[in-house]
């Protein structure tokens, strides 16, 4: 059972935008600012998208950004495209425990 | 460009030490402000953090696998190495080396990813 809970499956239709949900402990997302989201496609491995709750690296399209709201952190992905259907990770460093901990997935649908 | 190389037996006895090694170019192990890290993937499943080590040696590693994990640094062939003993079919997944930026706190550079079987 992971430290950090996402819906499982989500789907939206091209053009729109669509949150993705990172709900943890207090100690971990509403503490610190160590939130990152990976895009996973199929047999292909994840992708970082968003580090430090907001940043995205070099490369990474500005059709997705992150945010947090308490012990919520978002990855919103605006204007879906089709290449966006993919499985979406969360992950966070956890200071006091020195591990780092992944949220289910979230498994993307773009109708 | 970093890139992460992983290595290693495909398949794996019960009760045996898998063992896997990453080969990094790109990167020296023993330099900058990273950590080495490994994380896995059951078929069809989620991604769990296995344990990381930094540029100096320290390391960090999931207490849900009960000290069965050891990762180590070989800076002479830029590698990092993971050891899980007693392995069972619960074992049995994808596993990734990753490249882990301590200042950004996220998995920058991942592996191809290597399938790891435990079976008799």
């Known amino acids: 059972q992971s430290a950090l809970t996402q819906p499982a499956s989500l789907s939206a239709s091209p053009g729109q935008s669509i949150t993705i949900s990172c709900t943890g402990p207090?100690?971990?997302?509403?503490?610190?600012?160590?939130v990152s989201w990976y895009q996973q496609h199929p047999g292909k491995a994840p992708k970082l998208l968003i580090y430090e709750l907001t940043h995205r690296p070099s490369g990474v399209s500005v059709r997705f950004s992150g945010s947090r709201a308490g012990i919520t952190a978002s990855l919103t992905i605006s204007d879906l495209q089709a290449e966006d259907e993919a499985d979406y990770y969360c992950?966070?460093?956890?200071?006091?425990?020195?591990?780092?901990?992944f949220g289910g997935g979230t498994k993307l649908t773009v109708l | 460009q970093v890139q992460l190389q992983e290595s290693g037996p495909g398949l794996v006895r019960p009760s045996q030490t898998l063992s896997l090694t990453c080969t990094v170019s790109?990167?020296?192990?023993?330099?900058?402000?990273?950590?080495w890290s490994w994380v896995r993937q059951p078929a069809g499943k989620g991604l769990e953090w296995i344990g990381q080590?930094?540029?100096?040696?320290?390391?960090h590693y999931n207490p849900s696998l009960r000290g069965r994990v050891t990762i180590s640094l070989d800076p002479s062939k830029n590698q990092f190495s993971l050891s899980l003993t007693s392995v069972s079919a619960a074992d049995t997944a994808l596993y990734y080396c990753?490249?882990?930026?301590?200042?950004?706190?996220?998995?920058?550079?991942w592996g191809q990813g290597t399938m790891v079987t435990v079976s008799s």
């Open positions: 790109g990167n020296f192990v023993n330099s900058g402000p990273y950590y």
């Open positions: 992950a966070s460093y956890t200071p006091p425990k020195n591990l780092v901990v």
């Open positions: 990753v490249k882990y930026i301590d200042s950004w706190d996220a998995f920058e550079v």
């Open positions: 080590i930094y540029t100096t040696g320290k390391t």
């Open positions: 207090y100690d971990v997302i509403a503490s610190y600012n160590y």
